[in-house]
């Protein structure tokens, strides 16, 4: 769908925002009277009041210049950004399948033509990648979604940057939606090379280089598995020349059976998004490129797939991590820590990184504690962590933190080897959190967002939440970047 911003409307249907006031706004004047005032009559009539999420339809007469205009409800008071993003959600939901094809909504603020475009843009997203037999009444119709405005060039100018964002979301989305049998980690590798032609600069390790690494500790969630493991790494290097990078890690367990600690069958599919982290630094780094980023950012993901099989690890075997720790595997479902466990090391190996942010599908414990609202965010620095909350709260990606401490730590202790790989029931996102901080040097800025409840959608949705996949991350870290690293 195309997103355009104008002075001038021309469009099969026109929509109009009505706020509690039941006042029609001055754009809608001309043709409220053209129509012989069908427009004002439809506010306060039925439920229509222009509350928050309601909306009216009105047919105009034959000869109108449209042959629909919709009213849309905007509350009592001006709506926030989030409220933004819903109008231009829910507006675009209703009309996506009206048969028509132009939609113009008449909007007064740049700013606030922005959040309702974006609203629009995430709810326009589908994935029908592997339907063969949608009809034509099943796809939209909707092709162009026009916002008309007095300063065009400000409303474009601030929709840009978020329209980047939203990029990096449809990706995210994408690649978390794909089928496990689709998506392995050498055909992600493969669609990590092509955003080269997004001006990234990609590198994909195999597990030659690896082995020579000694990153045994991932390799060792990948050996139960056919597929060949990869550690994927994007360079978008838009800011200052020598300035230490921002450094994004992603899990990226293509399919979770749990390996010899085998999952439970009913809902095992989900595992199909445990590659939501590298999912979202992945299409952070597409919008970081697409908006032409002035920063300077490393994404790493650590891309496997966690199988049981004769040559699977097993509980009990001991793994050399490429920092020389060694892991005790207690259950071989807690592999998501050994996959980013080497990627934190390699991150703070090969490059400086200013900070580093991880994300990964990490706990079910995070689903228990915050449930699909709000990641759980994890940090050794209070400034990172404020900033990453505080991105979140702009963009509508939700943080909270929980915390750590030596308490949580020594739940780690192994009989034989310096860790164990889980903690046991109690605070299982901490004790999570806490092992990978094993693996952060004294000195190194490190936030770590589990994200296993809100990387795919389940329960109350948002207007824009139209796919499994949420996309969860890009909004948010392509926010922390362009408040703390451009200036
Ligand atoms: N990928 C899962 C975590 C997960 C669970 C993500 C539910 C999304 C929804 C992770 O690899 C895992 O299996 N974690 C175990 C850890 C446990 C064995 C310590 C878990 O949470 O049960
Ligand atoms: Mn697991
Ligand atoms: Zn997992």
Not at 59 to 84: E, F, H, I, M, N
Not at 217 to 240: A, D, P, T, Y
Not at 286 to 293: E, F
Not at 335 to 352: S, T
Request: hydrophobic share 45%; glycine share 12%; with cysteine.
């Amino acid at each position: 769908m195309k997103i355009t911003f104008t002075d001038t409307a021309k469009s099969e249907i026109v929509a109009f925002l009505v706020d509690e006031t039941g006042k029609l706004p001055r754009d809608a004047a001309d043709l409220d009277k053209a129509s012989g005032g069908l427009l004002s009559e439809a506010i306060g009539t039925g439920r229509f009041e222009g509350k928050a999420g309601q909306m009216a339809l009105v047919v105009l007469p034959k000869g109108s210049d449209a042959r629909r205009a919709v009213l849309v409800g905007t509350g009592k008071d001006a709506p926030d950004a989030r409220g933004q993003e819903t109008i231009g959600a829910k507006l675009y939901k209703a009309q996506a399948n009206s048969g028509f094809k132009t939609l113009d909504l008449f909007v007064d603020e740049p700013e606030a033509a922005a959040r309702i475009a974006l609203g629009a843009k995430l709810a326009a997203y589908r994935f029908d990648k592997y339907r063969t037999k949608l009809k034509p009444e099943d796809k939209p119709t909707l092709t162009g979604f026009k916002i008309v405005i007095d300063d065009a060039k400000a409303a474009r100018a601030a929709f840009k940057p978020l329209s980047a964002a939203a990029d990096g979301t449809y990706l995210a989305r994408d690649l978390v939606n794909m089928a496990p049998n689709d998506l392995y980690p050498a055909s992600y590798a493969s669609l990590i090379e092509e955003l080269a032609e997004e001006g990234l600069e990609v590198e994909i390790l195999g597990e030659k280089e690896l082995k020579k690494l000694g990153m045994n500790s991932m390799l060792g969630v990948g050996q139960g598995s056919v597929k060949e493991s990869k550690l994927g790494i994007m360079k978008w290097m838009g800011g200052k020349k020598g300035a230490d990078p921002a450094i994004l890690v992603g899990k990226g367990v293509c399919f979770d059976t749990g390996g010899i600690s085998l999952k439970p069958g009913a809902g095992m599919e989900d595992m199909r998004g445990d590659m939501g982290g590298s999912a979202a630094v992945v299409g952070t780094m597409l919008s970081l490129a697409k908006r032409k980023a002035k920063a300077n950012v490393i994404g790493l993901v650590g891309l496997v797939e966690n199988m049981p099989d004769g040559d699977a690890i097993r509980p009990g075997d001991v793994l050399t991590s490429a920092s020389g720790q060694t892991i005790e595997v207690q259950n071989t479902d807690a592999e998501g820590r050994l996959v980013l466990c080497d990627v934190l090391w390699y991150a703070q190996k090969h490059f400086k990184p200013a900070a580093i942010v991880d994300l990964a599908t990490l706990t079910g414990a995070i689903v228990i504690g915050l449930g699909h609202h709000h990641a759980g965010l994890f940090s050794n620095d209070d400034d990172l962590a404020a900033q990453l909350t505080a991105a979140g709260q702009v963009e509508g990606e939700k943080a909270w933190r929980l915390p750590l401490g030596p308490e949580y730590d020594s739940l780690l202790k192994s009989k034989f080897a310096d860790m164990r790989n889980i903690g046991g029931r109690a605070a299982g996102s901490i004790t999570a959190a806490q092992f990978l901080q094993r693996f952060i040097d004294e000195g190194t800025k490190w936030a770590h967002l589990d994200i296993a409840g809100v990387a795919w959608v389940e329960g109350k949705k948002a207007a824009h939440d139209v796919s499994w996949a949420s996309g969860f991350g890009p909004r948010l870290l392509d926010r922390w970047i362009a408040d703390n690293f451009e200036g």
